[in-house]
């Protein structure tokens, strides 16, 4: 007796999936011939046609052999900030190096001035801009920092501002308390004093108002040593706020075993990590966020240990790291392309850093990441002959369409 039919608000049909799913036999995760059902914004069934269900749905949409893949998600950015530093790009084409502008002053703290400036409205339309690129590209999840304010009132502004863009825009926002980006003027000197407003009164009124989803530390010897990372760590579990840290970006403290320790989520930059480091991630389950526009920008040298990654069996995700200083990029497809030619990715593994890694570096795995039932619905349907053309490509977007929550 034929099952009875599963309703469904929408059906994909003719599609190539790159389901992305872990252990699936193929690479991507293929499925020539494939379906996706949706029901109220989940994936009811993601797989060959030939295995489907007997499906009822209100509207059905040939894909006309087109690629589907799982939405992207940009699990590092800065997005919400005020100003941009392009004259310092000029004074670094003049020699001066990412960390003397930082030490004297510039960097990421004339970003703050200009953020503190910036009214909610001016950071809301100068982020959707650069958000509305990430969407082009086939963006459906994307994580936003503060770190721009480095004082309470403005570092709330950037939460709230991130929280705002998440409610208006068909796109899932996920914010990053990081307080702890660059010590303050105020606190020249004093940076174990602003480790106290951070773990005291601004992580109080960042939980008192759910504005953050997560707690992120700048370790690193122009920013927070390992002792000050372990308070604001240890603050923000303590509140109930899952960690990240930038470690290991331009020298290792031993940041990313440090995260490790703490459970963290992900652990990102790491260009100057280490055996040991990747051993503690791999012994915590701490995604490896891999940022290859700061390396490039930066003009660095020293590249993330990719081979040691892979041989502990530490998840690889990317990440745009979209800020105005060390990565203003707001491409994902080029990501890709620099994460395969910079430093040596398979195509595969890059798609894989984009969504099924990405999602668990936000601690959402289990929401989305792959096509599979039970998942959100959220896709990108591409012109592409094979996955491989996401990476190879450079400077071109071959989106068809982004399907966001099954709509
Ligand atoms: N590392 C980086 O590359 C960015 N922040 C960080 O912790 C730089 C941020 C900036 O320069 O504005
Ligand atoms: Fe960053």
């Given at each position: 007796m034929a099952a009875e039919p599963s309703h469904c608000d929408r059906i994909w049909v003719n599609a190539r999936l790159a389901t992305m799913a872990p252990g699936a036999g193929q690479p991507y995760g293929a499925v020539e011939d494939g379906v996706v059902a949706a029901r109220d914004g989940r994936i009811v069934?993601?797989?060959?046609?030939?295995?489907?269900?007997?499906l009822d749905a209100r509207e059905t949409v040939d894909c006309g052999g087109r690629w589907i893949t799982p939405g992207l998600i940009d699990c590092h950015t800065h997005l919400v900030y005020g100003g941009d530093r392009a004259h310092e790009f000029e004074l670094r084409l003049q020699g001066a190096s990412y960390e003397e502008i930082a030490r004297a002053g510039g960097g990421?703290?004339?970003?703050?001035?200009?953020?503190?400036?910036?009214?909610?409205?001016?950071?809301?339309a100068s982020a959707d801009r650069r958000l509305g690129a990430l969407i082009a590209e086939g963006v459906t999840t994307v994580?936003?920092?503060?770190?721009?304010?480095?004082?309470?009132?403005?570092?709330?502004?950037?939460?709230?501002?991130?929280?705002?863009?998440?409610?208006?825009?068909?796109?899932?926002?996920?914010?990053?308390f990081l307080a702890a980006h660059a010590v303050p003027p105020e606190f020249t000197g004093r940076s174990g004093d602003y480790v106290d407003q951070i773990t005291g009164p601004m992580l109080d009124a960042v939980t008192a108002q759910d504005l953050a989803d997560a707690v992120d530390v700048f370790c690193e010897g122009i920013a927070f040593s390992p002792e000050e990372t372990a308070r604001v760590f240890t603050a923000a579990r303590a509140k109930g706020l899952p960690v990240k840290i930038h470690a290991e970006q331009l020298s290792n403290l031993g940041g990313a075993a440090l995260a490790a320790e703490h459970g963290a989520l992900s652990a990102d930059h790491l260009e100057y990590l280490d055996e040991a480091g990747v051993i503690a991630m791999a012994r915590s389950g701490t995604v490896a966020v891999i940022l290859p526009g700061a390396f490039y920008f930066l003009r660095e040298t020293q590249k993330p240990p990719i081979d040691l990654l892979r041989k502990h069996g530490?998840?690889?995700?990317?990440?745009?790291?979209?800020?105005?200083?060390?990565?203003p990029l707001t491409s994902p497809l080029l990501v890709l392309n620099m994460a395969c030619t910079l430093f040596r990715l398979t195509p595969e593994e890059a798609l894989a850093g984009l969504t099924r890694h990405a999602a668990k570096a936000l601690g959402l795995q289990d929401e989305i990441g792959t096509l599979e039932a039970g998942k959100r619905c959220d896709l990108a349907i591409w012109e592409i002959e094979r996955p491989a053309e996401l990476a190879?490509?450079?400077g071109f977007n071959p989106l068809h369409s982004r399907i966001w929550n099954g709509q």
């Open positions: 069934f993601a797989g060959p046609r030939s295995e489907a269900p007997t990421i703290l004339s970003t703050v001035k200009a953020t503190r400036a910036a009214s909610e409205a001016e950071l809301f994580e936003i920092k503060s770190g721009y304010g480095l004082e309470q009132q403005a570092e709330l502004k950037q939460l709230a501002v991130a929280r705002q863009l998440g409610r208006e825009r068909p796109v899932t926002v996920r914010t990053t530490v998840a690889i995700a990317l990440a745009t790291d979209a800020n105005p200083g060390s990565s190879y490509r450079i």
